[in-house]
Structures are given as C-alpha cells and as structure tokens.
C-alpha cells in the first residue's frame, strides 16, 4: 500500500519535529521559501521552559503562564502544554539532545521575566533555539525538503484540504497534492518596522488559512519584546529576556532604573508591562538602556549575544550598557485549532505561532514557545498516524475553485489590474502607530481607512505572482484583521493595550541597514 502523503510547510521547530514523527509512516516534503535553516526558531536565544527540576511542578509552571498570560488561557491547552512538555522535551533529551549543566552534572535553569522560579532549558549559553533545531533537523531521514519555495495558496473544496499552490525556486507556478497540509511558517513580525523576526515572516500561514476559511482566534494580542539591540532606530537582533534574569535592569541615560517601583517583579514583570514603561520613557526623549554590570560573566553566558554586540560595535565592555528599544516578537493569536493542531479545515493542520490553541492567553508567558512547538508537533503527529489506514477522500480536482468570502470582508475584482498594494515601508510604519504597543479606536479606524484602498484580500491572479507582492497582500490581510480584532475588544487585556484619543506615537526610521 503506498503511503500517503504530507505536506509541511515552514521549517522552524514546529514543522521540523512534526517531520522527524511521521517520516517513518508518510511521505513527508518540506517546503520552505528561503534556506531550511531560515527561521525563527534559529533565533531563539533564552530556552525552553519545563518543569523538570524536582523543586519545580506542572502546576507552578501552569500558576506563571496562567499569570502572564492575563488568565485569558485555554485552560485545557495549557494543561496540555505543561503536562505534556515534560515528556516530549525528554524524548529528545533521550535521543542525544544535550542542555547546559552545572559542574556537579544536573541542569543549569535559567530565569526569565514573570516566571516565579528558574526553569529555563538553554544549550551553549544562549543558542538554544539554533541547537534545538539543528539536532532535530540531524535525525531527518528520507524526507523531501524543497528550499526557495513560496507556497501561495492552500488548495481545497467542501472545508478538505488536498494540496498547495506555489512558486518553486524559479518563480513557476505549480501545484503539489497531499492527504495533509501542515502549516509551520510562524507568526507576522515583518507586519513591524522593528521586529525580532526573520524577514520570512509575513504571515503567510494565517493569510492563506483565512482564504481558505479557517477559523481564526485572538487576532489582537501581538507580543512586544522589550529589549531589541537598537541603533538609530534600527534593531539589530534580539538582547535575550534571561539577560535580565542573570541581573542585568533597565536605565535611563542617567542611570536611574526604569522599572523601580512600576511592578513587584521589576525588571523581570511580564513583557507587555515592560515593553510598555520603556515606550513611555523613549515618547519622552529619553535613552533606554540595559545596564549589565551585574553580570561578571556576561560573555562567557552569552557567546551569542556578545558576537552580535562585537558585530555592531557596541562598546559594552566599557560602559556595561547595551541600548534597547521594544520590537515585535511573537503572535499569540493565529489560526484556531483543537489540541491535536487540526484547523476547521479538514486535513489542514497548524503548528507553532501559527497557530492559536489559546495556550498563550493575551500574553505569552518567556520561554514557552519552543515548548509549544514540540508538544502540539507531537499530538498533531500522533493524530495524524492514528488515520493513516483511512481510507483517503476523492477530490474532484478543480483547480479554478472559487472560495466563499463574507460579504462584510474587504473583497475586490481584480480583473486585468494589477493589484494596488502599499509600500512596505509605509505600512509597517502605519501598523506601528495603529496595532503596536499603544492603541486607540481612532488610529485603528484611521488605518482601516487607509487599508480599504488596497486589493490584498482575494488571491493573486498567476500572472501577478510574485514572492513580493504575495508578502504584502499577507501582510495587509493580517494588519486588517488584527486591527478589526482590536477594535472589537474594547478593555485593555495583556498584549492589546488601549488608550483615548489619537496617538502621537510617530515612528522614526532610523538610518538606512548596511
């Protein structure tokens, strides 16, 4: 019997880990629209959050994300998270994964913000994510991977999935059929001018999902990371959250700490909170700082991290300050699934930022999203192995189907035009002042405004494809629907902070990126 066939795309921890499950049972392909080592996951500088240590539980770990995430979690999907991390995480441990120990031989945990104890999971310092993936990626065998691929749309009829469109490595369009489609392509972080995210990060997995009439969830809550290395408004990667849980605080330019008396956790409060105080003091003229003259052994901690710094000519060595500013990080909403990832969809699944179980709540509690990625990478794999002696659905193959939109959404005919779309630049600085870290009901109706001229909603005719203007529809269509998310919440929670009046939160692009 031959075996059927998945389609995986992205390749980040999520879709990796799903692959490495299911390649003994399945025909399993990898798309991915740039290198397979092009993803956030590599990015990944704190660790990986778990109860493992003796003097740690599920249930206090659950009591922290509960906490962070303003009690606004799927209790059942954290339950599962926590529970259930434990067991994967030592899966992996056992396979030859190995995390940075102390000399008497146990683990060496981290501490990061809002956590009440240290249980922070690193390898080398602060490469965790980049380790995790590559160990991962190594126990890969017999499985298709096709880089530079773009997929664009998600084929499928009568709420089944059956398959993908893309734009192969030479912008031809083609289309691929499968018995399954996960998708792992992460969250949108390119939606921002100052983003932890690589630049393959346009929200492409949500966009096509909502096409293709996914159910989606909790569009309004985006995490802002409160410590970007920044340099004249630009950012130039990610000042790890466990620097400031090794002792490093935040300073003005007199020295003065910023988050003294702002939340009993200081420096280590949930990262909405932080990143919020740090936006208050740069609206103002000042100059935010990490100040980590608490830390002796900061380089030797943080290989990564002081490459970086060394990168860019940061002087830390001497002046025991890194300049910071808050950037986008991390999606807490997405595309809304069961335990098992399984969209509304059928046969269409999603995995990690991607997705929304509701694990996160309003804001994602540091350190929890490798985690989520290998948990719910392991139910969905399971799931799908106990249906592969199902016998598979026949799909008549129209390739011309036409998808059912609300009449409410943004719907244009593009005919013979070719698409009118902003310039990303523009919209990022508009989404910043709009749906970033301060919000209003007046920006956002502002900006919905200045959406409505734009064709990004119905897919792109084939002869306008490209990776492009493909990128910025999904872009658009995420702006819209966070920012009409946003305006249906009306009390501040978490994440999605709102304020009265308009916003004079300008953003200034800095000098342009050698």
């Known amino acids: 019997m031959q075996k059927k066939k998945i389609i995986i795309i992205g390749s980040g921890i999520a879709g990796i880990m799903a692959a490495n499950l299911l390649k003994d049972k399945f025909i399993v392909t990898i798309l991915t629209k740039q290198r397979i080592n092009d993803s956030n996951s590599m990015l990944a500088q704190g660790g990986i959050a778990v ?52 000399l008497d031989g146990s683990f060496s945990y981290g501490l990061e913000g809002a956590h009440k104890i240290p249980r922070i999971l690193h390898i080398g310092g602060d490469k965790t994510g980049k380790k995790m993936t590559e160990f991962i990626f190594n126990e890969l065998e017999d499985v298709i991977i096709c880089e530079n691929t773009t997929v664009v749309e998600i084929l499928s009829k009568d709420k089944r999935c059956f398959g993908v469109k893309l734009l192969d490595a030479n912008d031809n369009v083609k289309c691929m059929y499968s018995d399954y489609v996960i998708l792992a392509t992460g969250g949108i972080g390119r939606l921002f001018p100052l983003t932890t995210n690589v630049e393959t990060i346009t929200g492409d997995g949500i966009a096509m999902a909502q096409r293709a009439g996914c159910e989606l969830k909790d569009m309004e809550f985006i995490q802002f990371h409160p410590t970007l290395l920044s340099i004249d408004d630009n950012c130039y990667g990610l000042i790890s959250e466990a620097v400031r849980g090794e002792g490093a605080f935040l300073v003005r330019n007199d020295g003065s700490k910023i988050m003294k008396g702002k939340h009993k956790y200081e420096d280590l409060a949930p990262r909405d909170i932080v990143s919020r105080e740090i936006t208050k003091e740069i609206q103002v003229g000042e100059k935010v700082f990490l100040d980590i003259s608490n830390i002796p052994n900061f380089i030797d901690r943080f290989p990564a991290i002081t490459e970086n710094l060394k990168k860019h000519g940061i002087p830390f060595e001497q002046t025991k300050r890194i300049p910071v500013h808050p950037g986008a990080h991390f999606f807490m909403g997405g595309i809304k699934t069961d335990l098992n990832g399984e969209t509304s969809v059928k046969n269409l699944f999603a995995l990690g930022e991607t997705s929304c179980t509701g694990v996160h709540g309003a804001n994602r509690l540091a350190s929890n999203s490798l ?68 919000r209003s009901e007046e920006n956002i109706n502002k ?6 001229s734009y064709d990004f909603y119905s897919p792109l005719p084939d002869k306008y494809l490209s990776r492009d203007r493909f990128e910025c529809q999904n872009l658009c269509l995420v702006a819209y629907l966070v920012a009409k998310s946003a305006l249906n919440r009306k009390e501040s929670l978490g994440a999605h902070y709102l304020t009265k009046g308009t916003i004079e939160n300008e953003f200034t692009f800095g000098k342009e990126k050698n």
């Not at 922290?64 to 799927?74: E, H, K, L, Q, R």
């Not at 939109?405 to 310039?423: F, H, M, Y």
């Not at 900006?447 to 409505?452: E, G, Q, T």
């Open 51 to 102: 109860a493992l240590d003796k003097s740690d539980s599920c249930a206090n770990h659950y009591e922290d994300s509960m906490i962070a995430g303003c009690f606004y979690n799927d209790k059942e999907a954290l339950r599962c998270l926590v529970t259930k991390g434990p067991e994967v995480l030592q899966s992996l441990i056992d396979l030859g994964l190995e995390f940075d120990k102390k």
């Open 371 to 438: 985690l989520e990625a290998i948990v719910f990478a392991d139910s969905a794999s399971k799931a799908i192995i106990s249906r592969v002696n199902e016998k598979a659905a026949k799909v008549d193959l129209d390739l011309n189907i036409e998808i059912a939109v609300d009449s409410e959404k943004i719907q244009k005919n593009l005919k013979d035009n070719i698409p009118k779309l902003p310039e990303l630049q523009e919209l990022q600085k508009k989404a910043w002042n709009s749906i970033g870290i301060n």
């Open 447 to 452: 900006f919905l405004a200045w959406l409505s």
